[in-house]
């Protein structure tokens, strides 16, 4: 499969082991706002500097340590596509490996970002570790700093804060990281490829007209957030009436939001050569194709330590085991792709953030950490 990803560079980071909640307090009191009940799943967006004053000072606790991902929508999807065998193909190579059939654009800052003295920067972490997936770059370089993400344990005790048990996205930095211009658009591997993966962010620059017109195979818009999935929903009633395939992926919310702004799922999915792929979380999934909706169980699992990623995780396992072709899969194949995407999307929550390059390994019961 050659897949072509165009989307945000962002840099995500965990909390692995015991933190009090006192501390937690004391250090988000700090911030220019501050994390209430009411803002809880709404994650705060903060400049650089205060980020990075939180990621200093859980570094500096001696029974914490800060794990780093690279993340973003579009490049979960293509971890997970450069890790997982494709259907009916040999496995895909191993983490540390070439697999030139993934390629991405986007835009990272020129900014030295780490917590640790030592430490790679997150622009040099991200280049870095993309290659070691195999996936091929094209990153425009931009003054400033790369997005970056916090994402939080849930704590065991009652809280002033009132933490929720289960993990959750606490802050966020976007930076630079949604500038996607014209110029970082590699046309010969757009020539090249079958899938163009694009985040929903970035749907509504004018330049993507002439993008989408030109490109001759398969489309897969991914919402990626509440944001993204309003853009989609334009973009979607655009391409109705051209033929060309397009692939929707969402989760519960975001697919309220596509109604909201228009996009009838189930008729649109029999009117147009249009298929959507919407994630239920523990609630399994549902597909839409010629107006018919198919269902698949979430696969069970023992624990789930992080959620993050696992609907990235969820569209690019999907997208691994759908047969090639020119026109879209029987139902059984479309099931048959959504239970193993159900599989992996089970295996990624049992280990911090979006560790594409563990779906290969059996994962076990995470232990209970102290949190």
């Not at 425009?140 to 996205?169: D, E, F, I, Y």
Request: charged share 20%; glycine share 10%; proline share 6%.
């Amino acid at each position: 499969m050659n897949i072509y990803g165009i989307g945000r560079a962002i840099v995500d980071y965990y909390v692995e082991g015991s933190i009090d909640d006192g501390f937690m307090e004391s250090a988000f009191s700090r911030l220019p706002d501050r994390l209430l009940p009411s803002k809880m799943g709404l994650p705060l967006h903060v400049e650089g500097e205060a980020f990075s004053f939180v990621l200093e000072s859980m570094a500096g606790l001696s029974q914490c340590r800060l794990l780093r991902e690279t993340g973003g929508t579009c490049v979960n999807i293509l971890k997970t596509i450069a890790t997982l065998p494709q259907k009916d193909k040999e496995p895909a190579p191993c983490h540390g490996n070439k697999s030139p059939g993934c390629r991405f654009s986007g835009t990272i800052g020129t900014r030295p970002q780490a917590p640790f003295h030592g430490n790679l920067s997150d622009q040099d972490f991200f280049q870095q570790q993309l290659s070691d997936y195999g996936i091929a770059l094209h990153l425009r370089q931009h003054s400033g700093a790369t997005g970056r993400c916090l994402v939080l344990p849930g704590c065991t005790k009652a809280s002033t804060m009132n933490l929720p048990r289960q993990s959750w996205l606490a802050l966020a930095s976007p930076a630079v990281a949604t500038e996607i211009l014209p110029e970082q658009i590699e046309w010969n591997w757009l020539a090249e490829c079958q899938w163009l993966v694009v985040e929903g962010m970035e749907l509504d620059k004018d330049w993507f007209d002439q993008l989408l017109h030109q490109f001759q195979g398969k489309l897969v818009l991914a919402c990626g957030t509440p944001f993204g999935a309003a853009k989609t929903a334009v973009r979607i009633k655009e391409l109705a009436g051209t033929g060309k395939l397009v692939l929707v992926l969402a989760n519960d919310v975001e697919a309220r939001l596509l109604e909201q702004h228009g996009v009838a799922i189930g008729e649109t999915s029999r009117k147009e050569p249009i298929r959507f792929i919407i994630t239920h979380g523990c609630g399994g999934s549902s597909a839409y194709c010629d107006g018919e909706r198919l269902f698949v169980s979430a696969h069970p699992t023992v624990h789930c330590l992080d959620a993050t990623g696992a609907g990235d995780v969820f569209g690019g396992a999907f997208l691994s085991r759908l047969p090639d072709g020119e026109s879209w899969p029987a139902q059984e194949d479309i099931i048959a792709a959504m239970e193993y995407a159900s599989h992996a999307a089970a295996k990624i929550i049992q280990v911090p953030l979006c560790q594409a390059h563990l779906l290969t390994q059996g994962i076990q019961k995470a232990p209970d950490l102290p949190f």
